[in-house]
Structure formats: C-alpha cells, structure tokens
C-alpha cells in the first residue's frame, strides 16, 4: 500500500494564523466555503481594527461545477437616515452611533454556508472561539494599530489615546501603557457572542440580547438604527460581472462593489500589448487606464436605487466600449475633468480584509470584508465584545462638497437601506479551458481596484509568481487627488521593496504626471495562484507583518 500526496486546498489572508485555521477545515473534510468562512472568524478574532462581526462585504464564487456567483452582504444604512441628518455638522459619519450601517457579515456567512457547505456550522466556529477565549499572542500588525490611536501616533500611553474613554478598550493596556508585543490578548466576551452564533446561527445576532445591545450603544451615541433595521437585514445574490483578458476570463462582482471598474482598468490595458515591465510607457497606460475606469466609478452606488446602473455596467464593458475608451489614452495625462463628469469628487472609501480560498473539488471562493475604516466606529458593543463599522462613510452626503469644491457623487447619495459604495472588487481569473488561474482581492480603500489591477497584470502579462507580483512596486492614480503616488524603495520583515527609479518617475513627469512620493502603498492584497502542475501559490503582501497563506496537502491511500 503506497500513498500518494494529494492537493486538497489553500488559503490566503492577512494572518498566517487565520490563514493556517482555514486549512484545518479543509484537513477535517471541509471545502473551500467552510475554510473561508473559518478564516473570516478567525481575521475577525485577530484583526478585529479591520474586519469583525459588525462589519459586511462582499464574496465571489466559483463552483465546483464552474458556475460563477456572487453574494453582497454589504453594510445598510438605517431606514430613518438621510442627507439631511447628515449635513448637520455635530453628526460624525466616522465615528459613534451615525456612523454605523447595519451589519450584514454574519448573515453573509450564514447564506454562503447554507448553500454550499459541507460541515457543521459550529464546527466552523472551533478554533477562533478558543483563541478569543484562550488568547493569543499580540502581534506586530495588531500593536501597530492600538499604537496608532495614541497621540502622537506610535505612543504607547493609554493616556494619549482615544481608546481611554471607553472600557471596552481596557484590555488593550496594562498599567496604562499599551500592551506588550508578545504579551496575550484574550476576548472572553468575544468568545461567549462566538458560542451563540454558532448555536443559534444569525439568528442571535440579528435579534434577541445581542440585538438589544448593538441599538442601546448605537442610540445612546447619537445613531437612529432601530431593531426593525437589524431583523429585515437581508444578502443579497448577484451575477458577476466578466470580460476576456487576452486569453483568460475574469470575474469580479458587480456594484455596490467596484468589479465593474477592475475589469474596465483591465479591458482597457487589454487592447495595447504588453511593454516591457516598468518601462515609462507601460507605467503611463497603466496610470491612464486606472484614471479612465476611476472616473466611470462616479456613476455607481447601489443598483437597488440607481435605476439603469445594472445596464450601464454592463455597457461599459462590452469590446466595443472598451476598445472606444483605450482610444482616449494619449501620449500626456489630462486635467481630471477628462476623464470624469466635471465637478463630481472621486468617494474614498476605508478598510479592509480579503481572504481566498481554493479547494481540490474546484471551488474558488474570494471575500472581501471591513469595518471601514481601522476600529470602524469605535464602538465595541459593550457585554458582547465586536466592533460595529464606520461604512455610513462610504456614502456621498447631498448638499456638502469636499475641501476642494467637488460635488458629492448622486448615485453614491445617502438614503435608509441603501448600501454604500465599495472599492472592494475579489476576483477570480481562469484560463481559455474554463480551469481557475488567479483569484484573490485587496484592502486598503480605493487603492484596492489599483492594486488588484496590478498584482493581475503582474502575473498574467508578465508571468511572475503569486510571491513575486505581491512584492513588486505598486503605483496608485485615482484622479483626485491628482497625483501619482509612488512607492520609494525600502526594506519590511527583511524583504526589500525595489520602489520605483528616478528615471520612471521623470518619465512619467514630462507625460505630465504629478508624482509624489511614499513609504509604501497602503493596499493589502492577497493572491492565490494556481499552477499547471497542480499545485497552489497562497501568498499575501509582503508589505505587512504577518500576512501569509496556507496549503494543505491530504494522502491519499493507493492499494
């Protein structure tokens, strides 16, 4: 009897550790739905300053049987809210009660689950229960952002910080100092709130004690959810959006998700063939092609209340339309008004985490998932221990410009149970014989669609690794600001980032690009690659501590 090894599954996050539970569902005879949904719990347990139970998102899938789908469980606005409110300038859309949309995560996960996984729900739950109730270590990332709240940023006296005036917080530091690299954090409330979902599914979240809780804080800090708001919360299923890249196909979700302006970006750099890595030319196109499909993102907001937006998406990204809008790239860049209605301001957005997964049966699941932006509205539901999201910032407000005098986006407006804009985009990238290539996603706000841009091209037009396209130079051109920034050279974790030359950036100026310099890109991508030998690449961004994928590999008994 001999045994041969067989490939039965990978993951990719923001956390080795989480990405290392979600093969642990794949090892007791989990698929990739039930590893994705572990490792969500288990980056909402470790990260919970990006993504947590009171946060939403947004999921692609690809089938066992090929079959693409996507799910929005992306946050709501409360029913009673409006611009109006908003406008008032004592309501804060960043921070306490107003700034909280109706959460959609755990009812997101409970419907990916309910139609296509395999073992228990509670099952699912194991591992993050006991870390929040063992604790675990405190990493780098993790006292990055606890440190990040005291003043100036980096401090570590709990005096300094936000975080002092509200008890829930306590645990983050000890004796009045922020709590040690290394040290343990435990989250015994958290683990108990864990428990009872698992028991009682989205259920004892969306109504019951926990409910209770979420609108007695939200109200009592000035928001107007209601328990009608978190009881009627419903998923919502969709069909993805798609184009042909060359020889491969992409998929990403439509909106309230930014897919639509990925795959534009995409289409767009797919009419010039490819120059040679990092050249001037290809660095201009890239810039032009991301400012083209940004300027397209002023049109998009909620399909529910932009009529004909499902249309228009799709219009977009017909060859012909796309083949019209590559014409527009030139030898110079443009005043912004080239390339968007004039005097409409570019939303930028917060967040986040992706997780992607992959299992030997041939689904392909990718999740992008936030609070907004880092601890979202600062409110950690006091008995129950998970941070509520801040997303009611991702609407435009009718009636308040920016600082710079750009009108609010209309289609991104602010009504009760709207959904807001996201630049989330997960993706999934597959050959000409319909076998999956790439997937993966981004955080980091409106530089996910470019970052995500850039790790696809990095693989498909130039063959590099998983690894190798996370660790290459990464720009981001979103029309406003009107810059270009980009990433000057540096080491993180003992891996250097190249960073772009002086010679690419002189380049670019005499096309007329504003360029500005910075440390590193704030997007966090994710890329799992599949490789024609069967074996699976599950990276994530070097730039960050702690990232890393997983793959679990079975034996398989021959007789």
Not at 72 to 82: E, L, M, Q, S, T
Not at 135 to 149: C, D, K, M
Not at 511 to 538: C, Q, T, Y
Request: aromatic share 8%.
């Amino acid at each position: 009897m001999s045994k041969t090894p067989v490939l039965s599954g990978a993951v990719t996050s923001e956390s080795t550790i989480a990405s290392s539970i979600g093969t642990l569902i794949l090892s007791k005879g989990g698929n990739a739905v039930d590893a994705i949904i572990a490792t969500v719990l288990a980056i909402n347990t470790l990260c919970p300053y990006h993504s947590d139970i009171g946060g939403g998102g947004f999921a692609i899938i690809r089938t066992e049987k090929g079959d693409y789908k996507s799910l929005n469980f992306r946050h709501k606005a409360p029913a009673a809210v409006d611009s109006e409110f908003y406008r008032d300038p004592h309501v804060s859309t960043m921070i306490g009660g107003a700034a909280v949309a109706v959460p959609g995560e755990v009812k997101g996960l409970e419907e990916l689950h309910n139609k296509y996984g395999r073992l228990s729900w509670d099952v699912l739950f194991e591992p993050s229960i006991d870390l929040a109730e063992d604790g675990f270590e405190v990493t780098q990332e993790l006292h990055n952002f606890i440190t990040a709240s005291c003043s100036p940023p980096g401090s570590t006296s709990q005096s300094t910080s936000w975080m002092a005036s509200d008890p829930e917080y306590s645990s983050l530091f000890k004796e009045g100092q922020v709590i040690s690299l290394g040290s343990i954090w435990k989250r015994p409330e958290y683990a108990s709130t864990l428990r009872k979902i698992a028991k009682e599914g989205s259920k004892a979240f969306h109504e019951g004690d926990i409910a209770e809780s979420i609108i007695e804080v939200i109200q009592e800090r000035g928001g107007l959810m209601t328990l009608d708001d978190l009881k009627g919360y419903q998923v919502e299923w969709n069909q993805p959006l798609s184009i042909q890249y060359r020889d491969y196909t992409l998929w990403a979700p439509p909106a309230p998700a930014s897919g639509a302006i990925w795959l534009s970006a995409m289409g767009i750099l797919s009419q010039f063939e490819p120059e040679s890595e990092g050249s001037v030319e290809d660095l201009h196109r890239l810039t032009e092609a991301l400012r083209l499909a940004y300027g397209q993102r002023t049109a998009l907001g909620d399909p529910n209340y932009v009529p004909g937006l499902e249309e228009k998406q799709l219009s977009w990204l017909t060859p012909s339309a796309i083949k019209e809008r590559s014409k527009l790239i030139t030898d110079k860049t443009h005043a912004p008004d080239y390339y968007k209605p004039s005097k409409v301001e570019i939303v930028n957005d917060h967040g986040t985490s992706n997780i992607t997964v992959a299992d030997s049966d041939g689904m392909v699941i990718s999740i992008t998932t936030t609070v907004g932006l880092s601890w979202g509205s600062h409110i950690i539901v006091p008995k129950y221990g998970f941070v509520l999201n801040d997303s009611m910032d991702d609407f435009s407000i009718q009636g308040r410009p920016n600082g710079t005098g750009y009108e609010p986006q209309p289609a991104n407006f602010v009504y009760g149970g709207k959904r807001p804009l996201s630049s989330s985009c997960p993706y999934i990238i597959e050959k000409s014989n319909g076998t999956p290539y790439l997937a993966g996603g981004a955080a980091g706000g409106s530089t996910i669609i470019s970052a995500n841009v850039q790790i696809a091209r990095n693989v498909l037009d130039y063959g590099l690794s998983a690894k190798e396209s996370l660790k290459s130079n990464r720009l981001h051109n979103q029309i406003l600001p009107n810059v270009s920034l980009l990433e000057r050279s540096s080491t993180i974790q003992g891996v250097t980032i190249d960073g772009f030359s002086q010679h690419q950036c002189k380049g670019l100026e005499e096309k007329g690009h504003k360029i500005e310099w910075i440390e590193m890109n704030r997007s966090v991508p994710v890329a799992l690659k599949f490789n024609d030998d069967g074996s699976w690449e599950a990276e994530a961004d070097p730039r960050r501590h702690d990232t890393g994928g997983s793959v679990y590999t079975s034996p398989k008994i021959e007789v």
